[in-house]
């Protein structure tokens, strides 16, 4: 089992920053896929990015790329979501997920664990 803890949501302006941790703990982070997603209110739950256990490979939604980044610490456990120039429409839960070997990174039905969720909210 993996545990699944994230932190950092809050309520920003738009142009806003946020940066948003997740932090893993019990069974071995090692080979571990970890992604973002996030629902807002009445829609389905969308993917944001990913990151591979090396870093070497990172994947983002179009919405988010170029104003997300998505980093880890592998000592440290820890995957961090930078999100700049915030918009009113990514209001929403963000969820961190982890899997080893997702077939499909992009799918939320790839991946193993799921933490609870931190509130992200921007205003207008």
């Known amino acids: 089992q993996v545990q699944l803890v994230e932190s950092g949501g809050g309520l920003v302006q738009a142009g806003g920053s946020l940066r948003l941790s997740c932090a893993a703990s019990?069974?071995?982070?090692?080979?571990?896929?970890v992604g973002w997603f996030r629902q807002a209110p009445g829609k389905e739950r969308e993917f944001v990015a990913a990151?591979?256990?090396?870093?070497?490979?990172?994947v983002y939604a179009d919405s988010v790329k170029g104003r997300f980044t998505i980093s880890r610490d592998n000592a440290k456990n820890t995957v961090v979501l930078i999100m700049n120039s915030l918009r009113p429409e990514d209001t929403a839960g963000y969820y961190c997920?982890?899997?080893?070997?997702?077939?499909?990174?992009?799918?939320?039905?790839?991946?193993?664990?799921w933490g609870q969720g931190t509130q992200v909210t921007v205003s207008s």
């Open positions: 997920a982890a899997g080893y070997g997702p077939s499909n990174w992009y799918r939320k039905e790839s991946y193993d664990y």
């Open positions: 019990g069974r071995t982070f090692s080979g571990i896929v």
């Open positions: 990151i591979s256990w090396s870093s070497s490979y990172t």
